[in-house]
């Protein structure tokens, strides 16, 4: 950033501050006003928040876990259909070297895919 750019960024936020003072004021406040309890809250009944978030977790833990999968799948099958389309063409090639090259660089991509059944 330059200095000019800079000078005029901070010209700016001094303006935007004076002209909301009032307003940081009053977010000010209430974040005082609604967060004292919450601690005082919090300090009380750490444990009975610690009891209900836990559960929480593991089940955003589990539902993330089945996301991912579905997405590892989805993109196995894409590459894997990729891989077919791409193999079939260059074997269409009519060109030794091209059906040469197109099976050696698809087989061990083959072979290392998990068996459809």
Partial sequence: MTTSTFAKRTAE???????N??????AGVLIGIL??????????????????????????????TVIE??????EYKRKRAELTDRTIR?????????ISSAVHAAKPVVES?????
């Fill in 13 to 19: 936020l001094s303006k935007i501050w004076q002209d």
């Fill in 21 to 26: 003072r009032w307003l940081y004021l009053l």
């Fill in 35 to 64: 967060v004292t309890p919450a601690v005082e809250r919090l300090n009380a009944d750490f444990f009975a928040l610690l009891g209900d978030l836990v559960p929480e977790a593991v089940g955003i833990l589990i539902t993330v």
């Fill in 69 to 74: 999968g579905f997405n590892r799948t989805r």
């Fill in 90 to 98: 260059e074997i269409r090639a009519n060109h030794q070297h091209t």
């Fill in 113 to 117: 895919y998990p068996k459809d059944g």
